[in-house]
């Protein structure tokens, strides 16, 4: 299957600081990328839809000035969380999909997820 | 009501067992479906996608039935290593793509 890649895998810093975090598409171009949260014990939380070129769409509740999303190529997006706070602690996850031809659904591939601590 | 609802579990099964899983969708628009799975601090991985047809991979066998607006993934000869959370997931909608999670039911195997 493809690969997603996301570094960093953890990330621990203090409060009002920045993280960025890089999610790759590595053997293939990804037509859109996928930006989730996941606290313990709940289920995967769509943050944002990004699209190469164009500004992320942002789900409600979720602030797009504080969880800036860059998507540079077709083979990067970025999140970055902006003056991040304990309660942005979190399992943040990416994904991307690839159309396949003569495929009428659309497969998400997941990154590995990067863990964020903010103390 | 949520949009794509789960039992959360836990299902407690020794090896060898047959076990079911039931997700319903709330979205009649709803396009594509999923099971994907979960493992504890790991990233979700996709187990199988969800045809009308029904379809089956291995051990696993998914179902969907539109008019009531439920999946099901069955799970043969359960082995120990089967022990994950389950994620039903549902794309799209009249407005475009869209994905929606369950929360995910988990399952553990036994010796």
């Not at chain 1, 993280?19 to 996928?34: G, H, P, Y």
């Not at chain 1, 992320?56 to 190529?73: C, M, P, R, W």
């Not at chain 2, 369950?102 to 036994?110: C, Q």
């Given at each position: 299957g493809a690969v997603v890649s996301q570094h960093p895998s953890?990330?621990?810093?203090?409060?009002?600081?920045?993280?960025?975090?890089?999610?790759?598409?590595?053997?293939?171009?990804?037509?859109?990328?996928?930006?989730?949260?996941?606290?313990?014990?709940?289920?995967?939380?769509?943050?944002?839809?990004?699209?190469?070129?164009?500004?992320?769409?942002?789900?409600?509740?979720?602030?797009?000035?504080?969880?800036?999303?860059?998507?540079?190529?077709?083979?990067?997006?970025?999140?970055t969380v902006t003056s991040a706070h304990p309660e942005d602690s979190s399992f943040y996850i990416c994904s991307a999909t690839s159309w396949t031809s003569g495929r009428t659904q659309e497969t998400q591939y997941f990154g590995p997820g990067t863990r964020l601590l903010v103390l | 009501r949520k949009e794509v609802e789960q039992d959360p579990g836990p299902f407690n099964v020794p090896e060898g067992a047959t076990v079911a899983f039931n997700c319903t969708y709330s979205n009649s628009a709803s396009q594509s479906f999923f099971w994907y799975r979960q493992d504890c601090r790991k990233e979700p991985k996709l187990l199988m996608s969800v045809y009308s047809s029904g379809n089956e991979d291995g051990r696993f066998t998914a179902q969907?039935?539109?008019?009531?607006?439920?999946?099901?993934?069955?799970?043969?000869?359960?082995?120990?290593?089967?022990?994950?959370?389950?994620?039903?997931?549902?794309?799209?909608?009249?407005?475009?793509?869209?994905?929606?999670?369950?929360?995910?039911?988990?399952?553990?195997?036994?010796?």
């Open positions: 953890w990330v621990i810093c203090k409060s009002g600081t920045s993280v960025k975090i890089e999610c790759r598409s590595l053997d293939f171009q990804a037509t859109t990328m996928f930006w989730y949260r996941q606290f313990p014990k709940q289920s995967l939380m769509l943050m944002a839809t990004s699209n190469e070129g164009s500004k992320a769409t942002y789900e409600q509740g979720v602030e797009k000035d504080k969880f800036l999303i860059n998507h540079a190529s077709l083979t990067l997006s970025t999140l | 969907l039935n539109r008019a009531s607006q439920y999946i099901s993934l069955l799970i043969r000869d359960s082995k120990l290593s089967d022990s994950a959370t389950y994620l039903c997931v549902v794309n799209g909608d009249t407005g475009g793509f869209k994905t929606i999670f369950g929360a995910g039911t988990r399952l553990f195997v036994k010796a």
